[in-house]
C-alpha cells in the first residue's frame, strides 16, 4: 500500500528556509515519480518540483527555480524540499505525490496516483 507522510511545513519569516519531507512506503522510489505539489487559497494546485530517479530527471516550476531544490534519499525512503529565499507568494498547502505511470508527464497534476495529506507553509513577518 502507497503511503505519503509530509512533514517540515510551518511559519517561516520572508527570506527564510525550510526543508519538507515526504516518507514514502510500500513502493521504491526508483520505480516512481516523485513530486511536490501546492496549492493556495483560491488557486489551482501546481507543480513546484518533481524528479524521475530512475530516468534521472527533474522539473522545477519557474516560481522556484533557484530557490527550491528537490532530492531523494533512497535507503530512507524519503523525498525532500528544500525551500529558500521563501516569501509570502510560497505561502499555501504543499503536497508530497507520487506516480507510477509509465506515461506520465513529469509534473502534472492529474498524472499522479498517490497523495499525501499536505503540510502548511505559511511565510509572513
Known amino acids: 500500500q502507497v ?3 509530509e512533514s517540515g ?7 527564510g528556509s525550510l526543508r ?5 512506503s510500500g513502493f521504491n522510489l526508483d520505480y516512481f515519480g516523485m513530486g511536490w ?3 493556495a487559497p ?3 494546485r501546481e507543480g513546484v518540483a518533481c524528479v524521475d530517479n530512475g530516468r534521472g530527471t527533474t522539473y522545477y516550476g519557474d516560481s522556484v527555480k533557484g530557490r527550491f531544490t528537490i532530492s531523494s534519499d533512497k535507503a530512507n525512503a ?3 524540499l528544500q525551500m529558500t529565499s521563501l516569501g509570502p507568494e510560497d505561502t499555501a498547502v ?3 505525490a507520487a506516480s507510477d505511470s509509465l506515461l506520465y508527464r513529469l509534473c502534472l497534476v492529474s498524472d499522479y496516483d498517490y ?4 503540510t502548511q507553509v505559511t511565510v509572513s513577518s
Open 42 to 44: 483560491g488557486k489551482r
Open 20 to 24: 519538507l519531507s515526504c516518507a514514502a
Open 3 to 5: 503511503q505519503l507522510v
Open 78 to 80: 524519503t523525498v525532500y
Open 115 to 118: 497523495w499525501g495529506q499536505g
Open 94 to 96: 504543499y503536497y508530497c
Open 37 to 39: 505539489f501546492r496549492q
Open 9 to 15: 511545513g510551518g511559519l517561516v519569516q520572508p527570506g
